[in-house]
């Protein structure tokens, strides 16, 4: 019939009087769709026999159960059942009931159940056969035959298949087929204590296609068991005495299926004697099969399968692995079993180290062959026992422990492998054995002896914590890689073996942390590619021109830039001469101090992103205004600090005695002097004034110096280390030659040359009259600095020819706040207040006196630079630092642009007296002018100088020249 029912319930029951007619009774139930649960209660006896047909029956909601009594005879017929999206798809509970002594005669008889054609699909639980506990011994007198035929159980979520019964014992009173069914997708499916036989699809399910526990499984015809996942046994997993048995010309197909752990294919955790039962020849197709660990096609302890198993497998050898039986020590870089060995050297460790070693578990391949397995060991040292059940990974594995026994002696360690089974009962077939492997390997042993805790730790109730010294610096240990961790800006290290170092490091050491390394390897706390004492040598070579650490890549090109560097000096010289771009004319002052202030302050922007390569081109001309190179060059391979230093006097040296040159030749020929004219002693002051900031700045490099401590076994003592590169002792060795030659420089130049500029009027008005003063102010051939002074105060008011002087004051603080502070990072504020106060101050004076120079234009100019420089650094300051850096490079190119259009002023002033130039551009001169520049007869240098230029002293001050109108 066609019909809607909401809920069914069909229960048969016996008789109130006994019956022994056996009437049948028939139930047909058929294309009937349930709106809720279909429920069937066989418990009726032998009394009668009940026959039940459910056809095309439809029931997506509620429960579909069977509950059985095993004392009833029934003949149940399930076709073409559909249950989807349930909790349970069909569940069958076969519940004990004792027989009846009035039918305990009768003649035995069996029932049967057959499902077939029926799909479970997508439910919690798909097909499940249950037997409810109740055996006493005294089991019903009827066999229970269970059909399934041509079903699909799929995509259920905890299990598809699951049979069980109670106990093994009652294994005997069932017969059940699982016969052309697909089960896939399911999580997995399960036998328990069942006598079954399979004739299946069980492929890709995510927990194991198929466990069986105490189980017979018989295999008729052809089984597929493919692309299933487990984490032991990825295909089949067999436990407590299951057997499989083949029926002739029986294919089985156990491929593409993966183990997480251990038996990609099948695993098995008894030991038996073949994998496989069958008195003839059938075949097992074993392909592509993984595991994890170990036994990619099969895991588990086969005993002599290879004399005692059919040739079932295709291919013939398979990937078979057991539990271990053996171990060996190895080395996890030579992994092939050949190379592991049964001994190893004696280990050394310190208080509180963990005892590590290297271990490979040995198994039985299929072919009696050596097999990696993983396994479980128990550890003594010196006959007690230490540790138990150690777990083992699978190849070359390392075991650590760290042991109690901690006095300074030698210690015995021995391993043994943890046996899970003495004897293995097999009963097969009513035949008892015991297998006892006599290869199982019984120990390993080796010995390690107890160190005293490294430099940089201490004992402390056994174990080796850091020292003091080092965990009060925020620093982390841990004896067993002997690694030190710090959140960086610090350094800690050894110091000739016996010693360390522990201090605060900001100048080259990493920034950031956590950083970790090892006392006798302490290079990791430093950044670009530094290492030493305290970050201070180069691994591969400095850069001239910065303070990075590169690999030479051309380092015989060194001869060519010694060459480029001389061929600047000239050019240099040879420039100012042509252009007149000397300090005499009043434009230089505040352009040479912009220039100084951006040089010194560029570390500051160089950690910016806008600035990571120093070869910026907008800070090369920059960088040529303060004499350096102004690119990066590997000037030799291995280059250090050292030899930086002495390279930063060389070149205002250099340029000096090119100058020098040129005005001893121009006193002793005419021709020279013609060509020179009177630009010479200008060009020589405006060397020195370039020159100034470079020299100081090396200097107070060469003079800095940190003291550290050094913490030794028994004493505490102070060590002094030049600061720019510490690997060198401050005052010692080679450091000595050149702090000598700083101090030298400092004494005969830096201080007397400040002085001359900051007091020369008040030494020109007080001290000049008298007759020492006044020959060593003008009056030596060869040694007169009137003029030298005149140049820098020529083109200032009277009453303000200190003001170079200051500017050079102005400039000590910010080079001693830059060359001297730990951090750029940490002190960027400070620096940049630094510098916008002293450059607000000296905007400040020019503006309260109205300028110092006696020209308008040059106060334009400086009052500009100063200016520009206020703005720049204030919003610097303010600026968020997303923001910041680009304001330096606003700074630089107004540099740039106001230096180019200076050269560019004066290179028309000093073409302006060309008649090509002057047609060139259409412009008128003063004759009278032009002859008399044509005539006048040109006087040498030596000329110039033999001359007495009047003092301050000895006419008004309203009518004094300057060093322009002189030249």
Same mark, same amino acid.
């Given at each position: ?23 049948? &009774? ?45 004392? #009833? ?26 027989? =009846?002594? +009035? ?84 999580? *997995? ?38 692309? $299933? ?66 036994? =990619?096609?099969? &895991? ?90 150690? /777990? ?15 006095? +300074? ?9 943890? *046996? ?7 009963? %097969? ?38 020292? @003091? ?55 990791? *706390? ?53 252009? $007149? ?19 010194? &302050? ?79 002693? /200008? ?42 590169? /510490? ?25 007397? &040359? ?6 020369? *009027? ?65 002190? @960027? ?16 004076? %020019? ?74 551009? #259409? ?45």
């Amino acid at each position: 019939m066609n019909t809607k029912l909401y809920d069914i319930r069909i229960i048969y029951t016996q008789p109130l009087s006994c019956q022994s007619n056996g009437h049948q &009774y028939h139930l047909s139930l058929k294309n009937v769709t349930i709106d809720n649960s279909l429920y069937l209660d066989i418990c009726h006896g032998r009394s009668y026999n009940v026959n039940v047909i459910t056809e095309n029956v439809e029931s997506n909601q509620g429960h579909f159960d069977a509950v059985i009594c095993t004392n #009833s005879f029934y003949h149940i017929n399930i076709t073409n059942v559909s249950r989807r999206n349930m909790y349970n798809g069909l569940r069958v509970l076969y519940h004990f009931e004792k027989t =009846d002594d +009035y039918f305990s005669n009768h003649i035995q008889n069996s029932s049967k159940l057959i499902i077939e054609k029926s799909q479970f699909d997508d439910n919690m639980r798909g097909l499940s056969i249950l037997k409810l506990p109740g055996y006493n011994g005294e089991y019903a007198k009827i066999h229970h035959s269970i059909l399934v035929k041509s079903c699909r159980i799929r995509n259920n979520k905890r299990y598809g298949l699951f049979l069980e019964n109670y106990s093994s014992a009652v294994m005997k009173h069932y017969t059940i087929s699982i016969n052309d069914t697909e089960i896939i997708g399911n999580k *997995q499916n399960g036998l328990i204590y069942t006598d079954v036989v399979l004739n299946n699809v069980i492929s890709n399910s995510t927990a194991t296609g198929l466990s069986i526990l105490g189980s017979t499984v018989k295999i008729n015809g052809s089984a597929f068991i493919t692309n $299933n996942i487990g984490k032991d046994g990825g295909g089949m997993a067999i436990h407590d005495d299951s057997v499989i048995i083949l029926f002739p010309n029986t294919s089985v197909n156990i491929s593409n299926n993966h183990a997480m752990h251990k038996g990609g294919g099948v695993y098995f955790r008894n030991r038996i004697t073949c994998l496989f039962k069958s008195d003839m020849s059938v075949h097992v197709h074993m392909l592509n099969n993984t595991a994890a660990v170990a036994g =990619d096609d099969s &895991y588990g302890n086969i005993v002599n399968a290879v004399d005692y198993c059919p040739p079932v497998f295709r291919p013939k050898v398979i990937k078979l692995s057991s539990d271990a039986i053996g171990f060996k020590f190895c080395d996890p870089e030579n992994t092939t079993i050949e190379q592991y060995n049964e001994s190893i050297p004696k280990k050394e460790i310190f208080p509180g180290e963990k005892l590590k070693f290297y271990i490979a578990m040995q198994g039985v391949g299929y072919n009696n062959e050596d097999s990696i397995t993983d396994g479980v060991i128990d550890i003594n040292i010196d006959n007690e026992q230490k540790l138990k059940e150690v /777990p083992v990974n699978a190849n070359c594995s390392l075991v650590e422990f760290t042991p109690n026994q901690t006095e +300074y002696t030698l210690h015995n360690v021995t391993l043994t492998i943890h *046996q899970y089974f003495d004897q293995f009962p097999l009963s %097969h077939g009513g035949i008892s054995q015991l297998f006892d492997d006599s290869r199982t390997q019984k120990f390993l042993e080796f010995n390690y002896s107890v160190n005293h805790c490294p430099i940089g730790f201490i004992n402390n109730s056994g174990k080796c914590i850091c020292r @003091e010294n080092i965990s009060r610096k925020g620093a982390r240990c841990n004896i067993n890689t002997q690694t030190i961790e710090h959140d960086g800006k610090k350094w800690i290290g050894e110091y000739n073996d016996t010693c360390f170092i522990s201090e605060a490091c900001l100048l080259h050491c990493a920034s950031t942390g956590p950083v970790s390394f090892t006392m006798d390897r302490p290079d990791a *706390q430093c950044e670009d590619n530094r290492g030493e004492l305290m970050c201070g040598a180069c691994k591969k070579s400095l850069l001239l021109g910065s303070n990075r650490c590169d690999e030479c890549k051309n380092p015989h090109l060194t001869a060519l830039y010694i060459l480029i560097f001389a061929l600047m000096g000239i050019l240099l010289v040879v420039l100012l001469i042509a252009l $007149n771009l000397t300090v005499s004319n009043g434009m230089l002052n505040g352009l040479l101090f912009y220039a100084n202030v951006i040089k010194l &302050y560029k570390p500051i922007f160089s950690s910016k992103e806008y600035f990571k390569n120093s070869e910026y081109v907008s800070l090369v001309i920059a960088s040529w205004s303060n004499l350096d190179f102004g690119f990066e060059v590997c000037f030799y391979e291995g280059m250090d600090r050292y030899f930086n230093e002495w390279l930063q006097f060389v070149f205002p040296f250099y340029v000096w005695i090119i100058i020098i040159v040129i005005i001893a030749l121009s006193w002793k020929f005419g021709k020279i002097s013609r060509l020179v004219g009177s630009h010479a002693i /200008p060009v020589l002051s405006t060397l020195l004034l370039l020159s100034y900031t470079k020299l100081t700045h090396t200097i107070v490099i060469v003079l800095h110096k940190r003291e550290v401590t050094l913490y030794c076994p028994d004493s505490k003592e102070t060590l002094s280390l030049w600061y720019e590169d /510490p690997t060198v002792e401050y005052g010692k060795g080679k450091h000595a030659g050149l702090l000598a030659f700083a101090i030298l420089v400092l004494i005969t130049f830096v201080i007397p &040359y400040t002085l001359f500029l900051l007091l020369g *009027q008040l030494y020109e008005k007080y001290l000049s009259n008298f007759k020492i003063f006044k020959k060593f102010w003008c009056h030596f051939k060869y040694l007169c600095f009137k003029p030298i002074i005149d140049a820098y105060s020529g083109p200032m008011k009277d009453k303000y020819r200190f003001w170079p002087g200051l500017l050079l004051v102005a400039r000590i603080p910010l080079l001693l706040s830059v060359t001297l502070v730990d951090s750029y990072i940490e002190s @960027e504020s400070l620096l940049l207040c630094i510098l916008l106060v002293v450059v607000a101050s000296l905007l400040s004076l %020019h503006v309260c006196f109205g300028g110092f120079y006696r020209r308008r234009v040059h106060n334009i100019v400086e009052i500009w630079f100063l200016f520009n420089l206020c703005i720049v650094v204030g919003l610097e300051i303010v600026s968020e630092d997303d923001e910041k850096g680009i304001w330096f490079i606003i700074c630089i190119s107004i540099f740039n642009l106001s230096l180019i259009m200076m050269v560019f002023y004066h290179a028309h002033l000093q073409l302006s007296t060309k008649k090509w130039y002057r047609k060139l551009w #259409s412009k008128k001169r003063n004759d009278e002018v032009i002859a008399e520049s044509e005539t006048d007869e040109h006087k040498t240098v030596f000329i110039q100088m033999s001359e007495i230029i009047p003092t301050s002293t000895d006419l008004d001050v309203a009518c004094r020249e300057s060093v322009v109108e002189l030249y």
